[in-house]
């Protein structure tokens, strides 16, 4: 196997962990966690992509650097969001938020 598969491989199983996280968890807040795994793992297959191929490093960095920035606005929009879903109803599980009022 090549580095490059072996990096690919990587960024599939936090994707793949991702996924499981977010159909497995209750709360909110390991939802988002599971999002950052996935995000994480798209940014390791470009800076390995780019890297390991051909093409410009720069454009790998350039791509990670666009993923972190995504991820920390995402994080930020995401915990303000369960910040007021919690103090609205004093719980941030998600049968709790699902649930319709009347």
């Known amino acids: 196997m090549t580095p490059l598969t072996l990096y690919h491989l990587a960024a599939l199983l936090l ?3 991702g996924i499981v996280g977010i159909v497995s968890r209750r709360s909110l807040v390991g939802m988002l966690i599971a999002v950052e795994l ?3 793992g ?3 297959a470009l800076v390995a992509s780019a890297r390991l191929t051909p093409a410009v ?3 790998g960095q350039l791509g990670a650097l666009l993923v972190m920035g995504l991820a920390a606005a995402e994080a930020t ?3 303000a969001i ?3 879903v919690a103090r609205r109803l004093g719980s941030s599980e998600t049968a709790r938020v699902s649930e319709l009022k009347g």
Do not use: R, S, T, Y
């Open 38 to 40: 996935m995000l994480n």
């Open 42 to 44: 798209a940014g390791l």
């Open 82 to 84: 369960i910040l007021v």
């Open 57 to 59: 490093d720069e454009l």
């Open 77 to 79: 929009l995401v915990l």
């Open 15 to 17: 994707l793949g962990l």
